[in-house]
């Protein structure tokens, strides 16, 4: 997942970016984040939705993207979603309304990063047994970790184990959320998608 590592650099330009009437993206990004990054940090008053919308620009590639690069996007989707908050929590936390799609972006992308990286485990020719295949073993270990989170997302908790805000941000800018933002339909979908990480091991 190297590429989406430098998208995660890339992120750290949205704090001087803002008023700035051109930036040229180049290198090793995955097609569409540069351009959606540039489109973005081109607007002269850069605010919290238009970053956002970016962001959901890059989950709408991942959707029907195929691994491995579907996982590049869904990981660059989340980078940027905790970048934003860790470098202008004042930003994007200056409009109320965008907590909720905020969690529900988060949501998909940990669940879509979870989906993606089962698919691609399962797929391998000849499945080891964990304990004599590390790529497997990582494989798992990150999907269950995306799984986790995601249905930490749906349920609301405060977990610092497993709520992925409260891993990566200091708790006073941590997005609010609410489990009334999720349906039980969704609840159950993160359950699925951890339980398939523990089908995979068995």
Known sequence: ??????????????????????????????????????????????????????????????????PPEQEEYFLSAIISLTSAYRIRPSLMHSDASLAKPV???????????????????????HLKPFASDPESAHLLLAAEKAAESALSLATDSPSAASNPWVRSLPVEVVPPNSVEWFSDGERGESCWGLGEGGGADG
Request: aromatic letters at 4%; one cysteine or more; hydrophobic letters at 35%.
């Open 1 to 66: 997942m190297g590429r989406a590592r430098v998208q995660g650099d890339l992120t750290e330009g949205f704090r001087v970016l803002s008023g700035i009437s051109r930036v040229d993206v180049k290198g090793s990004v995955l097609p569409g984040y540069a351009q959606g990054l540039e489109t973005c940090t081109m607007s002269p008053n850069l605010t919290a939705s238009s970053w956002l919308s970016s962001v959901n620009d890059v989950l709408h590639l991942a959707e029907s993207g195929n």
């Open 103 to 125: 969690q529900r972006s988060r949501w998909t992308a940990e669940l879509g990063l979870a989906r993606a990286l089962h698919k691609r485990l399962t797929s391998k020719p």
